[in-house]
């Protein structure tokens, strides 16, 4: 790897790759019918997940600032084999992940040009793979290419637009217009927590601050991480949760709270815009904008979780060699980004031979958040571990005093637990095929990717033994 100074990640790139890939504005119109009240919810969400995964990921990464991230972390604190099966259970989230984000940028981009070409299988499902193929290979020509299309999907995918929402809404009070919801009345700003499915929102929306383990993956590529990791974090938290909110009460300034959509809600706000204040290129541009915050979440997920398979796979060569082996030119693992590629290639294609669009998307949603929330369950418990197992590691962050170490971990592994348990409630308006079928599904999913994990590592201590036996005949 190069030590040039365009390969390595400072601050500012650390918080745009925080940005990019935790805040979605997909996630503001699944809040915005609750009205005033979602200030609060917001403000409980962060609290319970959001403030202590970036505690604890902040002292993890300037504890142990290598390549790798949550699996350093946990194989430090349990071993390298729980370690490996929260790498695959990361990955196998990943590659379910990235068709999804893709098929909404191509369906956004695609409805501006023509309402058939957004329910055009070929035109989502082709354009899905080019583009992952280019930012695939983007990638493989290094972290200057990863940095830059970062920063570039963070200003147009989500500054842009979340300015574009907000002042649109500014707009709008100071044309005369009187909020389409009303924040007014105090009574509005408290949840009504007395209902079932406020505490089941109230979880989902944890969903929305996931991802601060992300940059953590590639700290080895960072210019000084055990100073600029805690600052970044910082930084990334305070931006992320004012545009949630600021993008939430644009919203509902622009569409009464009853009548926004959870799926179309921010082009129903910029319809809405433009019709009443006569800017007909408010939809365009939105579109525009929603494609490019899609495809740099794709961009931002690309390349962390391969840095940790590369780390985890070195040291037994779990995958083989050609898996840990970089590119000779670029210092990137080329051969794991090609053969992810080719994963998500027939990934992207699978899903349209679905009978049902909708219980499929969710099924990939519910194996989804799944796999991604197991490396979490584990990773609360090793910074515990690790906090009395190796006192002295050298932190520049600690969480401070005797009780937040304890406090904190535990609140954001029980808010996490709580959340994965919900996914086994399938939604009510979607027929899942009878509730023993997908709950077969959901655990063979969950179960496939650890006994995948287990039958790698168990196989490569295999071989890794009878090669030692058969070097050690030789010696004699």
Same mark, same amino acid.
């Given at each position: 790897?190069?030590?040039?100074?365009?390969?390595?990640?400072?601050?500012?790139?650390?918080?745009?790759?925080?940005?990019?890939?935790?805040?979605?504005?997909?996630?503001?119109?699944?809040?915005?019918?609750?009205?005033?009240?979602?200030?609060?919810?917001?403000?409980?969400?962060?609290?319970?997940?959001?403030?202590?995964?970036?505690?604890?990921?902040?002292?993890?990464?300037?504890?142990?600032?290598?390549?790798?991230?949550?699996?350093?972390?946990?194989?430090?604190?349990?071993?390298?084999?729980?370690?490996?099966?929260?790498?695959?259970?990361?990955?196998?989230?990943?590659?379910?992940?990235?068709?999804?984000?893709?098929?909404?940028?191509?369906?956004?981009?695609?409805?501006? !040009?023509?309402?058939?070409?957004?329910?055009?299988?070929?035109?989502?499902?082709?354009?899905?793979?080019?583009?992952?193929?280019?930012?695939?290979?983007?990638?493989?020509?290094?972290?200057?290419?990863?940095?830059?299309?970062?920063?570039?999907?963070?200003?147009?995918?989500?500054?842009?637009?979340?300015?574009?929402?907000?002042?649109?809404?500014?707009?709008?009070?100071?044309?005369? #217009?009187?909020?389409?919801?009303?924040? #007014?009345?105090?009574?509005?700003?408290?949840?009504?927590?007395?209902?079932?499915?406020?505490?089941?929102?109230?979880?989902?929306?944890?969903?929305?601050?996931?991802?601060?383990?992300?940059?953590?993956?590639?700290?080895?590529?960072?210019?000084?991480?055990?100073?600029?990791?805690?600052?970044?974090?910082?930084?990334?938290?305070?931006?992320?949760?004012?545009?949630?909110?600021? /993008?939430?009460?644009?919203?509902?300034?622009?569409?009464?709270? /009853?009548?926004?959509?959870?799926?179309?809600?921010?082009?129903?706000?910029?319809?809405?815009?433009?019709?009443?204040?006569?800017?007909?290129?408010?939809?365009?541009?939105?579109?525009?904008?929603?494609?490019?915050?899609?495809?740099?979440?794709?961009?931002?997920?690309?390349? /962390?979780?391969?840095?940790?398979?590369?780390?985890?796979?070195?040291?037994?060569?779990?995958?083989?060699?050609?898996?840990?082996?970089? #590119?000779?030119?670029?210092?990137?693992?080329?051969?794991?980004?090609?053969?992810?590629?080719?994963?998500?290639?027939?990934?992207?294609?699978?899903?349209?031979?679905?009978?049902?669009?909708?219980?499929?998307?969710?099924?990939?949603?519910?194996?989804?958040?799944?796999?991604?929330?197991?490396?979490?369950?584990?990773?609360?418990?090793?910074? !515990?571990?690790?906090?009395?197992?190796?006192?002295?590691?050298?932190?520049?962050?600690?969480?401070?005093?005797?009780?937040?170490?304890?406090?904190?971990?535990?609140?954001?592994?029980?808010?996490?637990?709580?959340?994965?348990?919900?996914?086994?409630?399938?939604?009510?308006?979607?027929?899942?095929?009878?509730?023993?079928?997908?709950?077969?599904?959901?655990?063979?999913?969950?179960?496939?990717?650890?006994?995948?994990?287990?039958?790698?590592? #168990?196989?490569?201590?295999?071989?890794?033994?009878?090669?030692?036996?058969?070097?050690?005949?030789?010696?004699?």
């Amino acid at each position: 790897m190069s030590n040039n100074d365009s390969n390595l990640l400072g601050i500012r790139d650390i918080v745009l790759m925080n940005v990019i890939a935790i805040l979605s504005l997909r996630q503001i119109p699944n809040v915005a019918p609750y009205g005033a009240s979602a200030m609060i919810l917001w403000f409980l969400a962060a609290a319970c997940l959001f403030f202590p995964l970036a505690m604890v990921c902040g002292e993890l990464s300037t504890g142990w600032p290598k390549d790798g991230g949550i699996f350093v972390w946990v194989k430090e604190a349990f071993g390298k084999r729980v370690g490996w099966i929260i790498v695959v259970c990361y990955l196998f989230s990943c590659v379910l992940f990235f068709p999804m984000m893709l098929q909404f940028a191509f369906t956004a981009i695609g409805f501006f !040009i023509s309402p058939e070409l957004a329910q055009d299988p070929v035109f989502i499902g082709v354009g899905s793979i080019i583009m992952f193929w280019f930012l695939t290979t983007m990638n493989i020509f290094g972290m200057k290419w990863t940095k830059i299309i970062n920063s570039v999907s963070a200003y147009l995918g989500v500054f842009v637009p979340s300015a574009v929402i907000f002042l649109s809404a500014v707009w709008w009070v100071l044309a005369g #217009h009187p909020m389409s919801t009303d924040y #007014h009345t105090a009574a509005n700003w408290m949840p009504d927590f007395t209902k079932w499915d406020t505490i089941v929102f109230l979880s989902s929306m944890m969903f929305a601050f996931a991802g601060f383990e992300v940059a953590p993956m590639v700290a080895g590529r960072t210019k000084n991480p055990q100073r600029d990791f805690p600052r970044a974090m910082a930084v990334s938290a305070a931006v992320i949760v004012g545009i949630y909110m600021l /993008g939430t009460v644009a919203v509902n300034t622009l569409v009464p709270a /009853g009548e926004t959509d959870i799926v179309a809600g921010i082009m129903q706000a910029m319809r809405s815009a433009s019709e009443t204040l006569g800017a007909p290129w408010l939809l365009p541009l939105m579109a525009f904008c929603l494609f490019f915050g899609a495809v740099g979440q794709v961009n931002s997920w690309l390349v /962390g979780p391969i840095y940790m398979l590369q780390e985890a796979s070195r040291e037994d060569r779990l995958l083989g060699d050609k898996v840990a082996q970089l #590119h000779p030119k670029y210092g990137t693992p080329a051969f794991a980004l090609i053969v992810q590629g080719i994963i998500v290639s027939i990934l992207c294609l699978s899903t349209f031979i679905s009978p049902s669009v909708a219980a499929a998307y969710w099924m990939l949603t519910a194996l989804t958040t799944i796999c991604y929330f197991i490396p979490y369950l584990t990773m609360f418990p090793a910074f !515990i571990k690790l906090r009395k197992s190796q006192p002295d590691v050298p932190r520049s962050f600690r969480i401070p005093g005797k009780f937040l170490p304890i406090f904190l971990p535990l609140l954001g592994w029980c808010s996490i637990a709580f959340a994965v348990i919900l996914v086994f409630i399938p939604p009510a308006e979607l027929d899942m095929g009878g509730y023993g079928f997908y709950l077969a599904k959901l655990l063979g999913g969950a179960v496939l990717a650890i006994g995948l994990a287990e039958w790698i590592y #168990h196989r490569a201590q295999r071989r890794n033994a009878l090669e030692a036996a058969q070097k050690a005949q030789q010696s004699k």
